[in-house]
């Protein structure tokens, strides 16, 4: 699609913020109002769109699809985001380890236990760690207290945590993203752990390493929306 507009503005009222191409206002994909909680994050947005060349690349609106995400999409189904979220945590990564006489082990509990320990202390539960693939429930107070963790998220923080949770294939990762102090690189490492422990006793696959790269960078956008939206 060519580029059909020249001038970008973000505006205020009551609603929200939002952003006007030749001063007509935006509509999400879904046809609704495109009205944001955060004026930082209507910016970001609005540079997406300044930073279109003549022809609009749809790949380049990751704010405005994570925005039109939270806005069709989670206020609709939002029970079935949390149940979906809950169940990474039911089998979260960071609690299966390998067996405790492998190296593999030892490495995992340095980088993994501190991340967990803080997310119990923060969030008040506790988590079973399990050397194997055998799954191990947590208590029942844990599943409950997530959930009514989740269930507190705004729309667009949860579509953050799912999207986090879901690259990392761990709720502890997805939740400790939103923390205000987030490094999400040593996060994404940490939910990793396992795929650079391969790479180095077997040594790196060039295309594999593309797809985390790929997958990274929408880890930190997803980090960076939140922020966004928090203001």
């Not at 979260?92 to 995992?108: I, K, S």
């Not at 340095?110 to 320990?117: F, G, R, S």
């Not at 986090?164 to 923390?179: F, H, Y």
């Amino acid at each position: 699609m060519k580029r059909f507009y020249r001038e970008v503005a973000v505006h205020s009222d009551a609603e929200g913020h939002f952003i006007t191409l030749d001063g007509r206002a935006i509509k999400t994909q879904g046809g609704r109002p495109q009205r944001v909680p955060a004026r930082a994050l209507a910016e970001a947005m609005a540079t997406e769109w300044e930073m279109q060349s003549d022809v609009v690349d749809p790949a380049h609106f990751v704010y405005r699809d994570m925005a039109d995400y939270a806005i069709d999409v989670v206020p609709e189904e939002r029970a079935a985001i949390i149940a979906k979220l809950l169940r990474y945590g039911e089998t979260d990564t960071l609690c299966y380890r390998a067996d405790p006489d492998e190296p593999l082990w030892h490495r995992q509990r340095t980088v993994w236990d501190p991340l967990v320990e803080a997310y119990e202390a923060r969030e008040g539960v506790k988590l079973e760690r399990v050397s194997g693939v055998v799954a191990r429930p947590h208590p029942r107070a844990t599943g409950e207290r997530l959930e009514a963790r989740l269930a507190t998220l705004d729309d667009f923080a949860l579509a953050a945590a799912e999207q986090a949770t879901a690259l990392a294939a761990s709720l502890c990762i997805g939740l400790s993203a939103l923390e205000p102090e987030a490094d999400g690189e040593m996060l994404w490492d940490a939910a990793n752990l396992e795929e650079d422990w391969q790479v180095e006793q077997w040594g790196e696959d060039e295309e594999a390493s593309a797809r985390r790269a790929r997958r990274l960078e929408s880890f930190l956008k997803s980090i960076a929306f939140a922020r966004l939206a928090r203001g």
